[in-house]
């Protein structure tokens, strides 16, 4: 099995910033993407940012552009997502995502793509 461990979440006012990871730990294979995604109350999952484990190559939703950053450490199996000029709009519990052994079932921005997911951190941005 593998298990995702979201940790970072916080409470921020509009204009501030927050650092998210993503530890994940269990049965090991070799993956391309791991994916961030955001679920806000009576809304669906939607994408925020995935990287290419291999390059480092990353993807982000348009909304988020130019203020997340997603990155990786290989060594410690740690995914981050910077979230910078946090908006109101950006509160949502945040989720880290990975495919399971026979890669992406999907497109990178389709949550139904992944196979393994954290339990999710609670993201509050107050105007």
Not at 104 to 113: K, Y
Request: with cysteine; net charge positive; aromatic share 12%.
């Amino acid at each position: 099995q593998v298990q995702l461990v979201e940790s970072g979440g916080g409470s921020v006012q509009a204009g501030g910033s927050l650092r998210l990871s993503c530890a994940a730990s269990g049965r090991a294979f070799s993956h391309v993407f791991m994916g961030w995604f955001r679920q806000a109350p009576r809304k669906e999952r939607e994408f925020v940012a995935a990287i290419n484990w291999d390059d480092g190559g990353t993807r982000y939703a348009d909304s988020v552009k130019g203020r997340f950053t997603v990155s990786r450490d290989s060594a410690k199996n740690t995914m981050y997502l910077q979230l910078n000029s946090l908006q109101p709009e950006d509160t949502a519990v945040y989720y880290c995502a990975r495919p399971g052994p026979t890669g992406l079932r999907g497109g990178v921005q389709e949550p139904t793509a992944y196979d393994y997911w954290g339990q999710g951190t609670q993201v509050t941005v107050s105007s």
